[in-house]
Nanobody, 121 residues
């Protein structure tokens, strides 16, 4: 069974940090671009970041540039999202998704169940 599982979410104060993990089981991530998405209550889902299958190419939403870093460890079949200088507006459910090939805005076939990130004092 192909599965993505996110972890690492939680409650953090503004200015704090969290590291999200996206672990794959049932398939290897080697040939997949991995995207992180988020959805806040009452808002549409938005793309946060993406990393190519090799890890050589990354992109970020303007709202998180300079604060978030995406990385991957193909040996561990895991992708990470390091989130620093968190703001209340980063509060959302964060999802990872896998897309065969390159980073794009759509075409993600495999999705995780999401992990809640809440930034509040």
């Amino acid at each position: 069974q192909l599965q993505l599982v996110e972890s690492g979410g939680g409650l953090v104060q503004p200015g704090g940090s969290l590291r999200l993990s996206c672990a794959a089981s049932g398939f290897t991530l080697d040939y997949y671009a991995i995207g992180w998405f988020r959805q806040a209550p009452g808002k549409e889902r938005e793309g946060v970041s993406c990393i190519s299958s090799s890890g050589g190419s990354t992109n970020y939403a303007d709202s998180v540039k300079g604060r978030f870093t995406i990385s991957r460890d193909n040996a561990r079949n895991t992708v990470y999202l390091q989130m620093n200088s968190l703001k209340p507006e980063d509060t959302a459910v964060y999802y990872c998704a896998a897309r065969y090939g390159s980073c794009r805005s759509n075409g993600y076939r495999h999705w995780g169940q999401g992990t809640q990130v809440t930034v509040s004092s």
